[in-house]
């Protein structure tokens, strides 16, 4: 071979290196973990994670070709939010994706290297996931549920609903809730007087502590419930549906899915579209941004959706103007 040939095929071959290289890094399979606080075949988490994926998919990630997702659901139980966080931070993982503040702070005790996108946390700085919400300083970033009027809002809607309300006790679970429910219960503290009702804290563990807790409170008249949002009450949601329709009680909840599977009204944010955000994170921390240099995001919209099915059982009669405001409205 001539001089002059070979030099050409050299010079021809790193030309072309790049272009390779490119493709191999666009075609390179890429690993994220996915740890939510309910199961794994939960509705909610089921519709959530596909959404999740569609946005993904949408922004040039699929499984099977260049991404490989290790989707773990902890039940509502502490102890296997750690045994699974341990076991995704193992499979190093480019990013992983959390739901709720215990879920994100087992993650956390974990790494403090691997990205982690949280969605569903009510209090990152409280809690110490981040610095600030502007500049999150540290290996996570994503998505809160709350704002300060939140907790009243609650108390308003219940009371939009059911006037004769005087008592209300919120339940949840002291492990699970962020700051040991002290997050919650302050705030519906600072509001019950506004709305003339007398705040009760019910904490719950499990099934049967939760059957207690709410037969124990309506031995009294003119009460209703505040479920606060954790795994526990996600987890049990049925059985506090069943127990609010059995004693005649007018409860409030979180979210959505909760109106769907027969509660009364529910207020909060849309988890399965913060789960489409969540993506766009997602795909910027694969691609190299940072997470201390993405701020915490706040939610902009919460939805009101109501069960008038079961306000009929109740015996509640739902004002034409709290229909016309719902986002939805079971019939």
């Avoid at 499979?91 to 993650?107: C, G, K």
């Amino acid at each position: 071979m001539k001089r002059r040939e070979v030099i050409k095929l050299i010079g021809g071959a790193a030309a072309s290196l790049p272009l390779a290289v490119r493709a191999q890094q666009h075609d390179e399979v890429r690993r994220i973990g996915v740890l939510v606080n309910v199961a794994a075949d939960d509705p909610e988490a089921q519709t959530s994670v596909a959404a999740f994926k569609q946005a993904l998919q949408q922004l040039g990630w699929s499984e099977g070709r260049n991404l490989q997702i290790d989707f773990r659901g902890a039940a509502g139980d502490p102890e296997r939010m750690q045994a699974f966080a341990k076991e995704l931070v193992a499979l190093q993982p480019h990013v992983i994706l959390t739901r709720s503040t215990p879920v994100t702070a087992a993650l956390l005790k974990q790494t403090r290297t691997i990205p982690i996108v949280f969605t569903v946390v009510s209090d990152p700085v409280g809690e110490h996931f981040v610095e600030s919400l502007a500049r999150p300083g540290g290996n996570a970033t994503g998505f809160t549920n709350v704002e300060f009027s939140l907790t009243g809002k609650w108390l308003e809607l219940l009371k939009e609903v059911a006037p004769g309300i005087k008592r209300v006790a919120f339940i949840f679970n002291p492990k699970l809730a962020p700051g040991g429910g002290s997050y919650y219960t302050r705030l519906i503290e600072a509001s019950a007087p506004t709305f003339a009702v007398t705040p009760t804290v019910a904490p719950v563990h499990d099934a049967a502590e939760i059957e207690r807790a709410i037969g124990e409170f309506v031995r009294e008249p003119n009460g209703g419930l505040v479920v606060l949002p954790d795994a526990t009450t996600l987890v049990h949601r049925k059985l506090i549906v069943a127990l609010a329709d059995r004693y005649h009680v007018p409860a409030i909840y979180a979210f959505r899915i909760i109106v769907m599977d027969g509660g009364l009204i529910s207020y909060g944010i849309d988890v399965v579209d913060q789960y489409r955000q969540a993506a766009g994170y997602v795909d910027r921390f694969l691609k190299g941004a940072k997470p201390a240099e993405l701020p915490v995001q706040l939610p902009t919209k919460f939805a009101m959706d109501i069960n008038l099915k079961t306000a009929k059982r109740l015996g509640l009669n739902v004002p034409l103007l709290m229909q016309q405001r719902a986002d939805e409205v079971v019939e």
